[in-house]
C-alpha cells in the first residue's frame, strides 16, 4: 500500500491531475510522481511512472475511471488483484 496525494495541475485545466507519492524516494524531496492523468472530456490516459525507463499508458473515458485505476494500483495489494 502507498501514501499518495492527488494534485490539481491548472485550475483552469480540469482534465491535468499529478499523483505524487507521500513519502521519500530515494532520498528526495519533492516526492516523485507516481502517475499523471492526461486528456480532454471522453478520452484521458493515465501515464504509470513508478518505474524509470518503462512508462505504461492506459486509457479511460473519465477522470473517475482514471482514479478508479489508480486507487487500486496503489491500495490493494498485488497479490489480491484479479
Not at 499518495?4 to 519533492?30: A, C, E, L, M
Not at 499523471?36 to 472530456?41: A, F, K, P, T, V
Not at 471522453?42 to 492506459?58: M, N, Y
Request: proline share 7%; with cysteine.
Amino acid at each position: 500500500m502507498e501514501n499518495f496525494s492527488v494534485t490539481h495541475i491548472n485550475p483552469q485545466n480540469p482534465h491535468h491531475w499529478d499523483i505524487y507519492t507521500k513519502r521519500k524516494v530515494d532520498g528526495h524531496f519533492p516526492p516523485k510522481r507516481l502517475f499523471c492523468i492526461r486528456g480532454e472530456s471522453g478520452r484521458f490516459i493515465v501515464r504509470d511512472e513508478r518505474q524509470k525507463f518503462k512508462t505504461a499508458i492506459i486509457q479511460f473515458k473519465t477522470v473517475i475511471a482514471c482514479m478508479s485505476y489508480i486507487c487500486d494500483q496503489l491500495m490493494c495489494p498485488p497479490d489480491t488483484r484479479i
